[in-house]
């Protein structure tokens, strides 16, 4: 082995030691360091955020629950919690360490990781076998994404959510809250505090 074959056995060992003290909080950190505008934050989600984005879900009724961003799974496991037993989970997220690591993580057979842009979740529902989604939660940094992709995204979310589902927004700025207005017929918003930073929640209910 030569001396920089070494040197970065050494390196890899010690980020991986790092990540495995760190946890999720490390794995996050790590992703935020190598793609800062789009994870768009250094602190995953609070409970109360959690607790308060998820009330209004009819769960005896979903059948396909998706989560756009899903970062370490902040979300995750308290939706899988609450979901039915043939109820399903789809999480999408571009970057593929977050989502090696929930494939790692979360052993569930109602879970399903896709490595992806929530731009393409029509062809993503479809690929797992349904047509359409009862609710659809985004934890994406819509004020910080690339040009039109936030407008594609909600567009195409539109398409998707059956009638009476809902897409879900937090965020610490009003853009996801905003572009919801323009595609959902009926906006409900909410505010929490109890965040790094506190975030504006919103629910864009499909009426049509
Ligand atoms: C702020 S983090 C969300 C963290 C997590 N949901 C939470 O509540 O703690 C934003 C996530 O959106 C993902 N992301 C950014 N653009 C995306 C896109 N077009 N499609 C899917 N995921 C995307 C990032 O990789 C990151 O995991």
């Not at 970065?8 to 190598?34: D, H, M, N, S, Y």
């Not at 799974?73 to 690591?101: K, S």
């Not at 009926?186 to 506190?198: C, F, R």
């Amino acid at each position: 082995m030569s001396s920089n074959d070494f040197a970065r056995k050494q390196r890899v060992g010690l980020g991986t030691r790092i990540k495995r003290f760190l946890g999720p909080a490390g794995v996050f950190l790590k992703g935020f360091i190598e793609e800062p505008r789009m994870v768009g934050s250094v602190i995953p989600s609070s409970r109360v955020t959690i607790n308060a984005m998820l009330a209004p879900v009819d769960w005896a009724n979903t059948k396909l629950f998706v989560e756009y961003g899903p970062g370490v799974g902040t979300f995750c496991q308290p939706i899988l919690d609450r979901l039915p037993r043939d109820g399903e989970l789809l999480v999408i997220d571009t970057n593929p360490l977050f989502i090696d690591y929930l494939k790692k993580t979360i052993r569930d057979s109602r879970f399903h990781a896709v490595l992806g842009s929530a731009e393409d979740v029509e062809d993503i529902v479809r690929m797992i076998g349904h047509e359409k989604a009862d609710y659809v939660l985004s934890g994406l940094p819509f004020s910080t994404l690339p040009e039109g992709v936030g407008e594609a995204i909600v567009a195409a979310t539109g398409r998707v959510i059956r009638k009476g589902g809902a897409f879900m927004t937090y965020q610490f700025k009003g853009a996801a809250r905003d572009l919801t207005a323009e595609v959902f017929p009926k906006v409900e918003t909410g505010y929490v505090w109890w965040n790094i930073p506190p975030c504006i929640l919103a629910w864009g209910w499909q009426t049509d």
